[in-house]
């Protein structure tokens, strides 16, 4: 069976059919749809006018955007604090008082 696809506004429109008709079953059997993809839809967009999808739209991409810029701030501050502990190391020398330097045997 070839799988349709609805845009918001139609599926709105759909819930708000079944809600004014009463009979959901008839309104599910009409349009094609399963019960359990009604029942989903009914969850996300139960309770909403067809006015109002395309500011979720917008506030969907709006979050989508911010989530983006927080992972890129994350990974910046993660490289940032790398090479912070990568130039403490370096000025602070082995931890274990050893350097690099060839001792000299005149206690200087």
């Not at 069976?1 to 009979?23: F, H, N, W």
């Not at 993809?37 to 989508?64: A, H, L």
Request: net charge positive.
């Amino acid at each position: 069976m070839a799988r349709k696809r609805y845009t918001e506004e139609l599926i709105v429109s759909i819930l708000r059919e079944a809600q004014r008709v009463g009979a959901s079953r008839e309104v599910i059997r009409r349009h094609g749809i399963s019960d359990q993809t009604f029942c989903r839809r009914k969850r996300m967009y139960g309770g909403m006018e067809v006015s109002q999808v395309p500011r979720i739209k917008e506030v969907e991409d709006e979050n989508w955007k911010r989530k983006q810029l927080l992972g890129e701030q994350s990974l910046v501050i993660d490289t940032l604090q790398e090479i912070f502990r990568r130039e403490r190391l370096d000025v602070a020398g082995p931890a274990s008082g050893h350097t690099d330097r060839p001792q000299s045997g005149l206690g200087v």
